[in-house]
């Protein structure tokens, strides 16, 4: 006796398969008005502003442990406190690599920043929303855009228009 044979069957799929593109992507082509703009510059300078003093008892501690040198820690806060335009900046000199050690604690500096951010930005957004500058709807997006990623918004930004994505 023969074991029964199972027929063979071809699925033939079309298009890709994969996860939907991230909301932020759909949304990104909605440009904020001159007076959100201008709120939204307002914060991020603010954060940028706040974001040395954020990290500096982070990198100072990561010091004293030995995880990075001292001229790891000026580094950092140099990059944290740099000018958000690159036109801004001086032409860098070409650095080495960060060690492993710096990564990690620019990562924890970030995190630390993305964790003070709404808080730094509640005041402004509230008193804009007070002001009629934005809505309510623009002030949660721009609130939880920040929960999300102010890493990438502190990083020096491509210029160009302040384009916020949902």
């Known amino acids: 006796m ?3 044979q199972v027929p063979f069957t071809r699925i033939a799929v ?5 996860p939907e593109p991230p909301l932020a992507q759909a949304a990104e082509a909605q ?3 001159p007076a959100a703009r201008a709120v939204l510059e307002r914060v991020l300078a603010s954060i940028a502003s706040s974001a ?11 010091v004293e442990e030995g995880t990075i040198t001292r001229s790891e820690r000026h580094a950092l806060l140099r990059e944290l406190s740099a ?3 690159p036109d801004d ?3 860098p000199a070409v650095t080495p690599l960060p ?8 990562r924890e500096a970030l995190a630390a920043i993305r964790r003070a951010a709404p808080g730094i930005a509640q005041p402004i957004l ?3 929303v007070d002001a009629e500058r934005l809505t309510p709807a623009q002030e949660k997006r721009i609130l939880e855009r920040l929960r999300i990623s102010p890493s990438q918004v502190l990083r020096r930004p491509a210029p160009g228009p302040a384009v916020l994505s949902a």
Do not use: K, M, N
């Open 89 to 91: 900046a001086p032409a």
């Open 126 to 128: 509230d008193e804009a």
């Open 99 to 106: 060690s492993l050690g710096a990564r990690r604690v620019l």
């Open 52 to 62: 040395s003093a954020i990290a500096q008892p982070i990198l100072d501690r990561a």
């Open 83 to 85: 000018p958000g335009d």
């Open 2 to 4: 023969t074991a029964p």
């Open 14 to 18: 079309f298009g890709a398969i994969g």
């Open 31 to 33: 440009a904020l008005s």
